[in-house]
Every structure is written in C-alpha cells, then in structure tokens.
C-alpha cells in the first residue's frame, strides 16, 4: 500500500514536546515523534515543519508587556523547539535543515522558499523557525504559509485531542467528534481548530488540514498512509 500524500506540512505544538512536563524538552517524547517523522521520510514522503513555542513561552501570556516584544519572545522559543528537533531528528538519521523566519545565521539558515523546496526535493526535513517572522501572527498562520508555498499537499496539524469536536471533550463527556469539516463550519462555528487567519489562508488556497492526536506518535505515519483517522477539514467538507 502506498502513501497518500507525496509532500506533507507537519505542525507541532511546542507544548507536544514537553511531554507530562507541561514545560520544556522531553527528550524521550521528541525521539518518538522523531522515529515516526523518520517512517514517513523513508516511504518517500518530502517533510516540512513548523514547531510552536507554548512549552516555553506565548506571546499573549507578556501580561502588560507591549504586544510585538512578546511576540517575538514567541518566535525566539519557537526556534529553541526546531533546534532541539532537528537534533533529535539528526540523532535518528535523518538529514534535517532548520530554516527561521527571523535571520540568526550563526546557528540556522535564514527562510528562502526556493532553498527550502530544494532540501525537500532532496529528502531533507526542513523545519521553520520564528513563524511567519511577524508579531499578531500565530504560528498555525506560519504552518498555512509555508504549506502553500513549499507546494504540499496537506498541512498534518498534530494536537493533545484526536480529532476536532463541538466542545471540549476533557470537560464534555457528550462532546460531538467530526471525521470531516469545511474551512466555513471552522470559521462560522467558531471551533478553535486554528486561528481564522490560517484557516482562511487554507480556504482561499484550498490546502486540506487533518487534524488528529499526537499522543500516540504513529499516527503521523497513519495519517500519511491515509488511514481514516481525525478529522480532515477541505473545502467542501468531505473525506
């Protein structure tokens, strides 16, 4: 059976890093995230990510500090994430470059879509830092972004729930799962998949999301094989 996506854009909250910690690196989470990210580049599949800063640091968590210094707090934890990933995924074997949006050449290459899509082209996971560069701009904006301009195929959005519901399943016990939605029932619905920035980015590009549960880490390969797993949310909402 072969893969059903060639080229997928991976988001990862940092918080998905840190484990039970609730902050930080753990170690033995990334290497499973990182042995399954290692599966899907050996079927073939050309990898992207974009990584979050949450188990570091959130720009809107700066209280009264002004808005864009918090902000990029946010990007600077976010490439601490991708540098510590794309060790993980080195230590794995797999060739892996960490390109950020913000210029820090000493220790990453500077965002250049051509040169990311060549290190794809070339079996490399890329990982983008710092999101879109911009304050106001959260990082699922970074993942439709880059997503839309490496050419991928779906954006593999990797969360703490397994799949999108009407309300909180924590709380909700009755809490609605959907298996398919469109980029309209996010928006009008209000459902806190992304942010409507990015989710309106996907819309107009028609650049599909499967959203699905990152507590068991084979669900990326899963995801990749096209098993029915999540919720996909297209344009017309269908699966």
Known sequence: MGV???????KI????????????????????ICMNIKKIVDLGVDVSIVVGGGNIWR??????????????MGMLATCINALGLCSELESCGVDTRVQTAIEMRQIAEP???????????KGRVVIFGA???NPFMSTD???????????????????KVDAVYDSDPNINPNAKKYDALSFSDI???????????AASMCRDNNMPILV????????????????????????DGKR
């Open 111 to 121: 965002y250049i879509r051509l040169k990311a899509t060549r290190h794809l082209d």
């Open 131 to 133: 999101g879109t560069g």
């Open 187 to 197: 928006l009008s619905k209000e459902l806190g998949v992304m942010d409507s920035t």
């Open 4 to 10: 059903k996506y060639k080229r997928v854009l991976l």
């Open 59 to 72: 720009g809107r968590s700066g209280g009264d500090m002004d808005r864009t210094r918090a902000d990029h």
């Open 13 to 32: 909250s940092g918080e998905a890093l840190s484990g039970d910690k609730g902050y930080g690196l753990d170690v033995e989470t990334m290497h499973k």
């Open 141 to 159: 904006t970074a993942a439709a972004l880059r997503a839309i301009e490496t050419d991928s195929e779906v954006i593999l959005l990797a969360k």
């Open 212 to 235: 699905f549960g990152l507590d068991d880490p084979e669900n990326i390969v899963r995801a990749v094989m096209g098993e029915k797993i999540g919720t996909l949310v297209t344009r």
